[in-house]
């Protein structure tokens, strides 16, 4: 074929981001407090040097999607619950809430209920 471009090649930074994004949208790590792998055992699964993670995790930090605590690791962010509320009381747009967040509000709100 004469008219088509020969395809270019991925960057590995490229490919590593897209796949760590893919997991983290897909479930994989859980919602909200689940620990990521360390960064030398992700740059391993992701075929990515430790340099290459540790930049594609600050991106997804300064994006709020994962959380770094310095000597502790990398964290999934909480997802964001929606402005009208908690998930399933008459809200629109329904989200996952992290089990660690239930159980605070939870904590929260019964001594809100007894009588």
């Known amino acids: ?28 790590f859980g919602p909200g407090d689940t620990q990521l792998p360390g960064m030398d055992d992700l740059a391993e699964e ?6 290459t993670v540790a930049t594609i995790l600050r991106k997804l ?7 770094i605590i310095r000597g502790y690791g ?10 009208g ?13 992290s089990p660690p967040l239930l159980i605070d509000l939870l904590r929260r709100a019964l001594p809100l209920m007894s009588p």
């Open 1 to 28: 074929m004469e008219g088509a471009k020969p395809k270019q090649p991925v960057l590995p930074s490229v490919r590593c981001e897209a796949e760590l994004r893919r997991r983290l949208v897909a479930g994989e």
């Open 46 to 51: 992701l075929g990515c040097s430790r340099g």
């Open 74 to 83: 990398t964290f999934v962010a909480p997802l964001p619950l929606p402005a």
């Open 61 to 67: 930090a300064d994006e709020g999607l994962v959380t």
């Open 85 to 97: 509320g908690l998930p399933g009381l008459g809200c629109q747009g329904h989200r996952r809430i």
